[in-house]
């Protein structure tokens, strides 16, 4: 084709067909020009598309971690509600003062929803000492119960995939998620809910002799803390401290689902 196309051009010039020769020359360009621009075409198509695919992929993957995200929230909020419903327990029977502090919202503890393998059945309203000592036991656990999978985020930032997502709705969405994630499932505020599970069963052991690892050995935990006063400021701070941990998970659920709904939108708008 290429030897074809000059010797027509060398035919026009011995001929003396300057004019002709012109048009054909201005007709070649416009031909390379449009093939050059079907061939970047082809290639932004191309680029595009695999963009989207890859996009999708990370999409995909994005609401994988997610749904573990919950999975985690909904474990840790159900040993924590036990744990809260433990402190509640050991003030009322203790005599001590149960009034829930009336500047937030407090979760429902009333029951034991899932079931969980801690506690199975409804709560005792009476001295129970199997769950006398579970309550002993959960004040000091730890708060760092939620596994939250950064994978596929941390990949989406460092890759840069992240510009890829044009729905600004969606990427402030996933940024406001994450970030609330780190302010109040992770770090700093972890660390102020343990420092007080921790100070309050040190306060036990120091103050009352009560080791909230194990108080079978004891014929009445409750009663040995019932009336005093230290004893109810402890139980109380760390009662607030738990729920804290739990209205804060639970807003971080309803984030995270409110997320998977955007992502799939977004999804489905990717394949049209």
Not at 55 to 70: A, G, K, Q, R, W
Not at 254 to 271: N, P, S, T
Request: with cysteine; hydrophobic share 40%.
């Amino acid at each position: 084709m290429i030897e074809l196309l000059r010797k027509i051009r060398r035919d026009m010039i011995s001929q003396n067909k300057i004019g002709k020769y012109l048009k054909y020359a201005v007709g070649e360009i416009i031909l390379v020009v449009i093939g050059i621009l079907i061939a970047l075409s082809i290639n932004n198509w191309n680029t595009n598309r695999s963009t989207q695919k890859e996009t999708l992929n990370f999409l995909s993957n994005l609401i994988d971690d997610l749904n573990n995200d919950i999975s985690s929230i909904d474990a840790s909020t159900n040993f924590n509600k036990i744990r809260l419903r433990g402190i509640f327990y050991i003030l009322e029977h203790a005599e001590l003062n149960t009034q829930r502090f009336t500047e937030m919202d407090w979760v429902d503890v009333s029951k034991n929803d899932p079931p969980s393998q801690l506690w199975k059945g409804s709560f005792p309203d009476t001295i129970n000492r199997d769950f006398t000592n579970l309550s002993f036991l959960l004040l000091g656990r730890g708060f760092g119960g939620v596994s939250l999978n950064k994978s596929v985020i941390n990949e989406l930032y460092s890759t840069g995939s992240f510009s890829h997502i044009k729905n600004s709705n969606l990427k402030t969405k996933i940024g406001n998620y994450y970030s609330y994630l780190a302010q109040r499932l992770e770090g700093y505020a972890i660390e102020e809910h343990e420092e007080w599970a921790n100070e309050t069963t040190r306060f036990f052991r120091d103050q009352y002799g009560i080791f909230t690892l194990d108080v079978s050995d004891l014929e009445d935990p409750i009663g040995i803390i019932k009336g005093k006063k230290d004893a109810e400021h402890h139980l109380r701070y760390l009662a607030l401290e738990v729920n804290y941990h739990c209205v804060w998970a639970q807003q971080a659920k309803k984030m995270a689902l409110e997320l998977i709904q955007l992502i799939k939108e977004e999804q489905d708008l990717l394949r049209k």
